[in-house]
């Protein structure tokens, strides 16, 4: 099977533009969850996708948004950039929507915001 | 407090040395989850225990539910192992959401 892709893999913005990312998970896997990473910090979650319905989300602003289509591929977006949204973007997918669930990571979008 | 804490933050070994990076929490758990990220940024789940102990190669796994306390140890350490480590738990009061500790770098030195 094919694992969890993500595009794109780079990408530099400038600070008020907007930006989606997409992510396409292993086959068979409904649940897609996303993540922000900064340098040096750990793994801050945005949201969590479960047969096209959000279900649990972080605490950040209204710039991030997501959705999830009905073949479990899930887009994010972010409006408004700022230059703290630079940052490693990661999407993870598993089976179901369980914490006993392994949740498989893409290779991540790296987003630069000038 | 977070209600998960890895330690050490940083740990640098010799090649060879055995290996112990800790995780405690302080709420209840259905599941805790290892994971390794390398240099490169890909995430990779190592195990997922709910109790008792685990073992893949030279990679053990450890939890204590009594004592809110996982460990993860390595053997003969190698510089491929060289990564960060991250703990992550399932809140026992939501059957989905992880809540995800800070990470542990490791560096081992040939």
């Known amino acids: 099977k094919a694992g969890v892709t993500q595009t794109p893999r780079y990408l530099i913005k400038t600070r008020g533009q907007q930006v989606t990312l997409s992510c396409s998970p292993i086959?068979?896997?409904?649940?897609v969850s996303w993540y922000q990473q900064t340098p040096g910090q750990g793994l801050q979650f945005l949201f969590e996708?479960?047969?096209?319905?959000?279900?649990n989300k972080g605490n950040f602003p209204g710039r991030f948004s997501g959705r999830q289509f009905s073949n479990s591929r899930s887009e994010m977006n972010v409006s408004t950039l700022e230059l703290g949204d630079s940052a490693l973007y990661l999407c993870?997918?598993?089976?179901?929507?369980?914490?006993?669930?392994?949740?498989?990571f893409g290779p991540g979008t790296r987003l630069l915001v000038l | 407090k977070n209600e998960v804490e890895q330690s050490p933050q940083n740990l640098t070994a010799q090649e060879g040395e055995f290996i112990t990076i800790n995780c405690s929490y302080s709420?209840?758990?259905?599941?805790l989850h290892w994971l390794q990220q390398h240099p490169g940024g890909g995430i990779v789940s190592l195990f997922m225990?709910?109790?008792?102990?685990k073992k893949h190669g030279r990679l053990i796994a450890t939890i204590n539910i009594q004592e809110k306390h996982s460990s993860l140890h390595i053997t003969a350490s190698h510089p491929r192992d060289s990564a960060v480590y991250i703990c992550?738990?399932?809140?026992?009061?939501?059957?989905?959401?992880?809540?995800w500790g800070a990470g542990t770098k490791l560096i081992i030195k040939p």
């Open positions: 992550a738990v399932g809140r026992m009061d939501s059957n989905y959401q992880l809540i």
């Open positions: 709420v209840g758990i259905s599941a």
């Open positions: 993870a997918s598993s089976l179901v929507l369980s914490a006993q669930e392994t949740q498989y």
């Open positions: 996708y479960f047969s096209e319905t959000q279900r």
């Open positions: 086959s068979g896997h409904r649940s």
């Open positions: 225990l709910s109790s008792g102990k």
